[in-house]
Structure formats: C-alpha cells, structure tokens
C-alpha cells in the first residue's frame, strides 16, 4: 500500500508564503517523478510544479519565479515553497508521485489535498 501524505496549506494574506509538504510511503523502490498540482472551484487540476529523480524542476508559467519545488532530505519527500502568493492561488493543492514499487511497475499516486487560501 503506497500512501501519499501532504501538510502545510493554510490561510495566508496575499504577499505571504507557505510551505507544502508531501511524503510518500509504502512498498517503494523509486521516485521517479513527485510534484503539485492544484485545483481551484470550477477549475481543471493543472500542474504546479514537479521534479525528477535527477532533480529537473518544471514549473507552471503562472508560478515561476514564485514557487520552489525541492526534494526533502528524508527519501521520498518534497517541498513546494510558495513566496508572494497571489489571491488565484487559492486552490486545493495535491501531491502527485510516479512511484516504482518494489514488487514491480510504475504507478502515479495522489494524496488527499490540502486547501490554500490566499486572501486579498
């Protein structure tokens, strides 16, 4: 059973910054791919930011040079600081993993989302 567990979102005024947090666990061999994506009301799920196992970053237009994707010291684990954060932020964000399993194959896992509100 692989778990993805995020922490972090909150209510933060705009300007502010938060931090995410995600750790995934269970019958893990590899990452191969972790990363946020955020869904706002009436909105698709769209890709924040991701990085790889050999720590190429992606971002999304709207957050470049906002947000900072990195990998946690801890295996498996990854960050999403969010500096000068805008009211169109506000979305549910929810960690994704594309995870190798020990007992073989590469499934995407997502966790339960964590709500951001950004406020003007």
């Known amino acids: 059973q692989v778990q993805l567990v995020e922490s972090g979102g909150g209510l933060v005024q705009a300007g502010g910054s938060l931090r995410l947090f995600c750790a995934a666990s269970?019958?893990?061999?590899?990452?191969?791919?972790m990363g946020w994506y955020r869904q706002a009301p009436g909105k698709q799920r769209e890709l924040v930011a991701d990085?790889?196992?050999?720590?190429?970053?992606n971002y999304a237009d709207s957050v470049k040079g906002r947000f900072t994707i990195s990998r946690g010291n801890a295996k498996n684990t990854v960050y999403l600081q969010m500096n000068s954060l805008k009211p169109e932020d506000t979305a549910v964000y929810y960690c994704?993993?594309?995870?190798?399993?020990?007992?073989?194959?590469?499934?995407?896992?997502w966790g339960q989302g964590t709500q951001v509100t950004v406020s003007s």
């Open positions: 269970g019958s893990i061999l590899s990452l191969n791919r």
């Open positions: 990085i790889t196992s050999g720590s190429t970053t």
């Open positions: 994704y993993g594309r995870l190798d399993l020990r007992v073989g194959g590469r499934f995407d896992y």
